[in-house]
């Protein structure tokens, strides 16, 4: 069974465009995260979830928009894409928020806007 | 603020030989340190953390030190196999304990 899954997997658009990115855990965990990680793999987290409620906001342009349905879901939403978009993302859950807590990771989502 | 630095890869390896990938910080206060290792095609998965300074944190044949006074965390194995190739990553806790940052990894191609 996938612990953290994220659909698509892939993703090719055209610049301008708006388009969304799903996660799912199975691992009844509190907290969920969003990271990018750019060409030279780089991993800088984006926001977390605690029960659906936003922790952290980096300084992130507001195109990006998480969003919460419940504890087991964040998905992550990109209006006005903009080819320095280009990169992986990845979705994670964590038991507890606090980074004394393991982090599990999905298997990335890899974004190409052209 | 808190950052992580370790070494540029890539580092290419043969199968067998001795494995160090140096990894520093600075950080206020005492941060928990984390290896995470990221095999191609997926996440990143934990390898290995240590919450407080001389705590050793091991597994799957890796080990590192949490080395306050040369705010240092390197990544060891006596011997290493080629399915070792992946991405490693160090990262520390920042200073609120809130989220983790991330260094910005080092490719480690082990051949047979």
């Known amino acids: 069974d996938t612990a953290v899954s994220q659909t698509p997997k892939y993703l090719v658009t055209q610049m301008g465009n708006d388009k969304s990115i799903k996660c799912e855990q199975n691992?009844?965990?509190?907290?969920m995260y969003w990271y990018k990680q750019d060409s030279k793999k780089f991993l800088k987290i984006m926001f977390s979830?605690?029960?659906?409620?936003?922790?952290i906001n980096e300084t992130v342009p507001n195109r990006f928009s998480p969003k919460s349905p419940d504890k087991a879901h964040l998905n992550l939403h990109i209006n006005s894409l903009e080819l320095g978009d280009s990169a992986v993302y990845f979705c994670?859950?964590?038991?507890?928020?606090?980074?004394?807590?393991?982090?599990?990771f999905g298997p990335g989502t890899r974004l190409t806007v052209l | 603020g808190n950052s992580v630095t370790q070494m540029e890869g890539p580092v290419t390896l043969s199968e067998e030989a001795f494995l160090t990938i140096n990894c520093t910080y600075t950080?206020?206060?005492?941060?928990?340190l984390f290896w995470y290792v990221q095999y191609p095609g997926e996440g990143l998965q934990l390898l290995l953390k240590?919450?407080?300074?001389?705590d050793k944190g091991s597994n799957k044949g890796f080990e590192a030190t949490y080395r306050k006074e040369t705010t240092s965390f390197h990544l060891e194995k006596g011997s290493v196999q080629v399915s070792d190739s992946a991405v490693y990553f160090c990262?520390?806790?920042?200073?609120?304990?809130?989220?983790?940052?991330f260094g910005s990894g080092t490719r480690l191609s082990i051949r047979p």
């Open positions: 950080a206020t206060g005492y941060p928990s």
């Open positions: 240590a919450t407080k300074a001389d």
């Open positions: 994670a859950s964590s038991q507890e928020s606090g980074t004394f807590n393991e982090q599990f």
């Open positions: 979830y605690n029960n659906k409620e936003l922790i």
């Open positions: 691992l009844g965990h509190d907290t």
């Open positions: 990262a520390q806790t920042d200073s609120s304990a809130s989220k983790i940052i």
